[in-house]
């Protein structure tokens, strides 16, 4: 499974920002997707994480009400989304997408076995 990020960028603090995960591979294997960032001198944090089915999603306390994670099962191309929305200074990260093969319904139990690069979200004050 090879991942691909992308649509970070700089923007303005109450902006929005749209980041997309595109799947390519043996993506039969993907149950669950997620979205991580890591800040300068933090370690990487799990921003948000979504079910095969999409019905179940799960967010960190910062990002709630401001980040909606999606994905797209289209076979053969499938996809994950991260739209951010009223973006903070303090949301300035490299993003990284994730895919997991544990099968489980539970968006906080996957783990993540596959990974993509990184997108720079620089968001200015």
């Known amino acids: 499974v090879q991942l691909q990020a992308s649509g970070g960028g700089l923007v303005q603090a109450g902006g929005s920002l749209r980041l997309s995960c595109a799947a390519s591979?043996?993506?039969?294997?993907?149950?669950?997707a997620g979205w991580f960032r890591q800040a300068p001198g933090k370690e990487r944090e799990l921003v948000a994480s979504?079910?095969?089915?999409?019905?179940?999603?799960?967010?960190a306390d910062s990002v709630k009400d401001r980040f909606t994670i999606s994905r797209d099962n289209t076979k053969n191309a499938p996809a994950a989304y991260l739209q951010m929305n009223s973006l903070r200074p303090e949301d300035t990260a490299v993003y990284y997408c994730?895919?997991?093969?544990?099968?489980?319904?539970?968006?906080?139990?996957?783990?993540?076995?596959?990974w993509g690069q990184g997108t720079q979200v620089t968001v200015s004050s």
């Open positions: 979504i079910t095969r089915s999409g019905g179940r999603t799960h967010y």
């Open positions: 591979g043996r993506t039969s294997r993907i149950y669950g």
């Open positions: 994730a895919a997991s093969a544990t099968a489980t319904p539970v968006p906080e139990q996957l783990v993540y076995g596959y």
